[in-house]
């Protein structure tokens, strides 16, 4: 099992940055491909992934060169720096976790099963 903690959201202004965090605890933590995704009204979309060693990334269009997915392994911690901040960017932001062991990250919703309980992110413009 694996729990996840979202932090770091907030309200900024249109070309800022925040960055947010995802703690993740349990006896398996850190050897999980982790994503983030994003909810505003309507569905739950895909941001970014990363795979269980960190050296691996992937990204949605939307926030490609604008978000960086990092991890922290030692610290069961993973990190999404987003900059340049868009009014659309505005949504509740969740980690999530993939349940087997030393994988990819993936752009599929269905490919988690462990989640947070979300971060709110406001840019106003």
């Known amino acids: 099992q694996v729990q996840l903690v979202e932090s770091g959201g907030g309200l900024v202004q249109a070309g800022g940055s925040l960055k947010l965090s995802c703690a993740a605890s349990?006896?398996?933590?850190?050897?999980?491909?982790m994503g983030w995704f994003r909810q505003a009204p309507g569905e739950r979309e895909f941001v970014a992934t990363i795979n269980w060693r960190g050296d691996r990334t992937d990204y949605s269009n939307s926030v490609k060169g604008r978000f960086t997915i990092s991890r922290d392994n030692a610290k069961n911690t993973m990190y999404l720096q987003m900059n340049s901040l868009k009014p659309e960017d505005t949504a509740v932001y969740y980690c999530?976790?993939?349940?087997?062991?030393?994988?990819?990250?993936?752009?599929?919703?269905?490919?988690?099963?462990?989640w947070g309980q979300g971060t709110q992110v406001t840019v106003s413009s």
């Open positions: 349990g006896r398996t933590a850190g050897r999980n491909a």
């Open positions: 999530a976790a993939i349940s087997t062991y030393y994988g990819l990250g993936s752009r599929s919703i269905g490919d988690y099963y462990y």
